[in-house]
């Protein structure tokens, strides 16, 4: 696709992923057209029209279609059905709806990576909750739901023979226990000509209870080799996918040194935030240029930075108020980025801070104290 900033781009999502995507489209003079159906999402007073509606009605996705040239997503919850239709019109549609379908069931996910060669942990599939307890031999495990989950949910483990009776009641998955070393995530970008570009590989720490980013630290603290691995993996994946986009890769690295795919999101993702700061391209700017079949950008770590997602405090629902935002904006390297939501909700993600420094120490010691001092009340 030649350079053209006069395509009517339409986004299924009006988040904060659409959000920081128009951020960057701005600097290219596109236009996104947003569906969302909270009339007061993210992205209402940036994109260039907003419309309120479904993003799962046939109907809905169909006639916000309509009138655009490229339809891409920012949550894969969304009509591929409809998706597919506008494909068949002749309308782009990136990620592609044969892909988002895929990644929709986490079990079509598994058995994919089965079926390619992709290393996975060891899974098992189940109907419901009297087919889990029947998998004794195989604790302790992790339950997950085919559909459906997200953000944590439809995930818990089971780790013994009482705690089988928690188990989901419907179709899914359950899925050997890793006894990790590191979370890592590789992004990963491939435009229509081919092109696949990968950040660098970067390390999470999830929120004990929720499940959720709480903070991750880019680049990762592994071996060449590990690097080497988890990109050629990320760069496999895409391909065997044969995908045109951004796919979001979280790995397992065990104790053992190997990488384990866990999930993929086919999209922008909370594990690419500090990108804006920390590389050369950021991984909104990379994913348009990903399905506008532009060349991918250069995406060189900058400086060393760190992510921590700002969550609004549990016990506070009501209109957002942030404690410690002056002692946190006073420190060296810290980049505020709000997602332009005005009611805080317990774990609610209201924003996120990016932290660059090239003192690793330094750094890490400015990410404990935006931990502890900013927090989102009401």
Request: proline share 4%; net charge negative; glycine share 8%.
């Amino acid at each position: 696709m030649a350079f053209d900033s006069n395509l009517k781009i339409g986004v299924l999502g009006g988040g904060q992923l659409g959000r920081m995507m128009i951020q960057s489209a701005i600097d290219f003079n596109l236009d996104i057209h947003v569906l969302d159906p909270d009339p007061n999402a993210p992205c209402k007073c940036i994109a260039t029209s907003f419309e309120t509606g479904s993003l799962t009605d046939y109907e809905r996705v169909m006639a916000f279609g309509q009138d655009k040239d490229l339809l891409t997503i920012e949550i894969e919850n969304v009509n591929t059905q409809a998706l597919s239709e506008l494909e068949k019109q002749g309308k782009k549609v990136f990620p592609q709806p044969r892909v988002i379908e895929l990644i929709q069931n986490k079990l079509h996910q598994k058995k994919f990576y089965a079926a390619n060669g992709i290393p996975t942990a060891e899974f098992q599939e189940v109907s419901g909750a009297a087919e889990v307890a029947q998998k004794k031999d195989f604790l302790p495990f992790v339950n997950k739901l085919a559909t459906g989950g997200y953000d944590g949910r439809g995930v818990q483990v089971i780790r013994t023979e009482d705690a089988l009776g928690k188990a989901f009641d419907a179709p899914g998955f359950v899925e050997k226990l890793v006894d990790f070393d590191k979370e890592l995530a590789v992004i990963v970008a491939r435009n229509e000509a081919g092109q696949v570009q990968t950040f660098p590989t970067v390390e999470m720490v999830f929120h004990p209870e929720h499940n959720l980013v709480e903070y991750l630290f880019s680049p990762a603290s592994i071996s060449p080799e590990i690097e080497d691995q988890a990109q050629q993996l990320a760069k496999e994946l895409i391909e065997k996918l044969d995908m045109v986009g951004l796919l979001a890769i979280e790995m397992f690295l065990t104790k053992e040194g190997q990488l384990l795919v866990n999930e993929i999101a086919p999209r922008t993702h909370n594990s690419g935030h500090q990108t804006i700061e920390g590389n050369v391209t950021s991984q909104f700017e990379q994913h348009l240029r990903a399905i506008l079949n532009w060349p991918l950008g250069n995406t060189d770590t900058l400086i060393p930075s760190a992510m921590v997602n700002l969550l609004g405090e549990d016990g506070y629902s009501g209109e957002a108020r942030y404690e410690g935002m002056e002692q946190v904006l006073a420190k060296n390297g810290v980049h505020v980025h709000l997602y332009g939501k005005k009611l805080t909700k317990p774990f609610r993600k209201m924003g996120h801070i990016t932290v660059a420094n090239h003192n690793i120490d330094q750094l890490k010691q400015t990410v404990n104290f935006v931990k502890s001092t900013l927090k989102v009340k009401a």
